[in-house]
């Protein structure tokens, strides 16, 4: 595929995207020594995001707003020009956060985080033991940029949950987003 040998050619090795399709594609990750290659297919619809994701925070929109916004801050005290390319990620932040106004409501964004992060949802395994289940970081910024708001959405938007959670599981987490929603989210 000329595409594929075009980006390999100028440096974009690895993507986990075919550009044309929009689906995952196969990428080597090791090589072993008889040189056949091991191939890992990524897949965000199974929390298989690729090894440079792994142990690694995400972060929702509103809360990098509001991390452009202190960015924003110290330029301008430093009476230095803010490049046109942080005020238009700053403004793609602010309008798709689901929160409004994020900085004045930084707290209500931090609340939300540690809660999903806290909470930890009990299943029962095929051999009726209790595991603990907690969002991955990938799960948990999903919901708060999506601000999912039924179970069919949670299906469609974000597979992992739906499969992981069960009914009353999800329920109890789609309380805790329209908590939320009703007292800070952009309608």
């Known amino acids: 595929d000329s595409r594929r040998t075009s980006e390999r050619s100028s440096g974009a090795v690895g993507r986990s995207c ?4 929009a689906r995952p594609t ?3 990750t090791e090589r072993p020594a008889d040189r056949t290659t091991m191939v890992k297919l990524e897949d965000a619809s199974e ?3 690729g090894d440079e994701f792994n142990n690694e925070t995400c972060l ?3 809360e990098v707003a ?3 916004a202190d960015a924003k801050r110290s330029y ?5 020009a803010v490049p046109e390319v942080f005020e238009q990620t700053l403004a793609y932040c602010n309008r ?5 106004d994020p900085v004045a409501n930084k707290a209500v964004v931090d609340e939300l985080r540690k809660e999903l992060e806290e909470k930890t949802w009990d299943r029962i395994d095929a051999n009726g033991e209790r595991q603990p289940v907690k969002l991955s970081q990938f799960e948990m910024v999903a919901a708060m940029n999506l601000k999912l708001e039924d179970k069919d959405e949670v299906s469609a938007l974000v597979p992992t949950l739906h499969s992981r959670l069960d009914e009353n599981d999800l329920d109890d987490l789609l309380d805790k987003i329209n908590r939320f929603s009703s007292r800070t989210f952009q309608g």
């Open 60 to 62: 929702s929109n509103a």
């Open 66 to 68: 509001v991390l452009l």
């Open 76 to 80: 301008e005290e430093d009476d230095r």
């Open 26 to 28: 196969e990428r080597p």
């Open 96 to 100: 798709f956060s689901q929160i409004k």
């Open 47 to 49: 929390l298989r995001l």
């Open 18 to 21: 075919d550009r044309a399709t």
